[in-house]
Every structure is written in C-alpha cells, then in structure tokens.
C-alpha cells in the first residue's frame, strides 16, 4: 500500500501573555482633577509580530491614549502588551495572517483591559477601547504595501 501524503499538522499554541511596556503620565495633576470638563481623547493602535526562535513568535500589539483640555494633556497612557505564540504547519502566507489578525485578536483583549485598569488608577473614568478589525488593518497594510513597492518599480 501507497502511503498517503498527510497534511503538515497546524500547530497554533499560546504560551505566554504578558506586559511588554506600561507608562502612565498626568502631567498637570493636581490641577487637572479640578477640571469638570470632557477631555478629547485620541487612540493609536499599531501592530508587530517576529520570529523569536523556531517556530515561536512574538506579536506586539502598542496602545497610545492622550485625553486632553484644549492644549493641556489630561493623560497619556503607552501600553504595549504580547504574547508568545507556538505557531507550526502554515504556509508563509498564512504566517503572515496569524500574526497579523490571528495573534493580535487573542491579545486585545488583555491590552483593552490594561489599558482601562490603569486609567482608573491614574484617577479617571475607565477608557474601553473600541473592538479592533485586525482583518481589515492587515489587509490595508497589505495594499499600502503593494501599492508602495509599485511606486517603487516605476
């Protein structure tokens, strides 16, 4: 008998979630406690996943709040939050994916609730940070990608 050819098995195993980096600022306390008005609060997201060893990757995902008056910062919070992921059996494209959408979906919701617990303890109304679609970002970044190497060729 032939033997039959098996699909690679997919390996997909989270090993770690931790706190890469945490910074919380309040610039202008005590004032700024006094102030009864709303702050604008802004949120930058971004992503990044590498190969640490064989097989195991990190993925990154860094969180910026800033809540402002007018010109004065209310505070600013940087969190970084990852993971370590034991990732096995996906072609490079499906690689790519896990660690772009995959990865990233399986550590928001640990940086949402760090992010929204440190806030608290800074002295302000908890923040909760909006679902993200990691889909979508990674198929934009994908296309800016594309569209930059064309730029590039010609």
């Not at 202008?28 to 997201?45: G, H, K, M, T, W």
């Not at 760090?114 to 909006?130: E, H, K, N, Q, Y």
């Amino acid at each position: 008998m032939a033997e039959e050819q098996q699909a690679p098995q997919v390996v997909f195993h989270i090993e770690k979630i931790y706190v890469k980096d945490l910074s919380v600022e309040v610039p202008n306390a005590p004032d700024i406690f006094l102030e009864r008005d709303a702050p604008q609060v802004s949120v930058e997201l971004g992503t990044q996943g590498k190969a640490i060893a064989e097989d195991v990757y990190e993925s990154t995902i860094k969180v910026t709040v800033t809540a402002k008056l007018g010109e004065k910062t209310v505070y600013l919070v940087e969190c970084e939050q990852a993971g370590i992921f034991r990732i096995s059996g996906l072609p490079q494209e499906q690689l790519s994916m896990a660690l772009g959408i995959g990865c990233p979906n399986v550590i928001f919701p640990y940086a949402r609730e760090t992010v929204s617990d440190v806030i608290l303890r800074a002295g302000f109304p908890p923040l909760l940070l909006a679902p993200v679609n990691f889909e979508g970002e990674y198929l934009m970044r994908q296309q800016q990608a594309a569209a930059q190497a064309q730029e590039t060729a010609h």
